[in-house]
């Protein structure tokens, strides 16, 4: 399973540090959505020139114009970009049509949706290549996260491809969302709120690598 470090801060500078300390034990960078909102899609410009063995995951979260949105994430040196998997298939269907003239990929985001296995199903048929079991921060907040590590199973269970999650995600957690069928772990606040974010995110690597 990979590590992706979410990176929800909200400046380049502040991302750019954090970054500078956590990238040896990570296997992809995430530029957030506030991030990108905030600073731009320099952000994934950056995040590609200075860290160019990485991959980089841009968070723009489209909900519209899929092709659109994706090319403008792929053309910043992005190797994913995100699309709501409550948009209409249309707007999918375009993003991956930028994903494939590129080479990159495509992951939904399962925020929102109610019956996220036979949405699974049906993003699957439509050519995405990952998906993404998304607890977000305001559900969080508000203690309306089900257990991921069910959700997982239950979706691992029925298709074939990738799934990374994210929300909440910690040390005591990651080996279990590995264990559920997590290709990818997207981890933020216990990385970048830790008190030393490469202690954090070493730690979490050395979790995936181990089966104690």
Do not use: W
């Not at 909102?37 to 990485?54: H, M, N, R, T, W």
């Not at 939904?108 to 048929?125: E, G, K």
Request: one cysteine or more; aromatic letters at 6%; proline letters at 2%.
């Amino acid at each position: 399973m990979k590590l992706q470090v979410s990176v929800d801060l909200l400046s380049l500078e502040q991302a750019m540090n954090l970054l500078k300390e956590v990238y040896p034990y990570v296997d992809i960078i995430e530029a957030g959505t506030p991030l990108i909102k905030q600073e731009g899609l320099k952000v994934v410009e950056a995040f590609k020139k200075y860290f160019p063995d990485k991959l980089i995951f841009a968070d723009m979260k489209t909900m519209d114009a899929g092709g659109l949105e994706a090319e403008m994430a792929f053309k910043a040196g992005a190797d994913f970009t995100t699309v709501l998997a409550v948009s209409n298939d249309n707007t999918i269907a375009g993003a991956i049509t930028a994903a494939r003239k590129y080479g990159k990929y495509v992951t939904a985001d399962m925020i929102s949706v109610p019956d996220r296995v036979s949405r699974a199903r049906q993003l699957q048929n439509l050519g995405v290549d990952y998906l993404e079991l998304h607890c977000g921060l305001d559900e969080q907040a508000h203690h309306l996260c089900a257990s991921t590590v069910n959700e997982l199973t239950a979706i691992r269970n029925a298709i074939s491809i990738s799934l990374s999650a994210a929300g909440g995600i910690n040390e005591k957690t990651i080996q279990e969302v590995e264990a559920a069928g997590a290709n990818v772990a997207a981890v933020g606040a216990a990385i970048y709120s830790a008190k030393s974010p490469a202690e954090a995110a070493r730690r979490l690597q050395e979790k995936i690598n181990s089966k104690a």
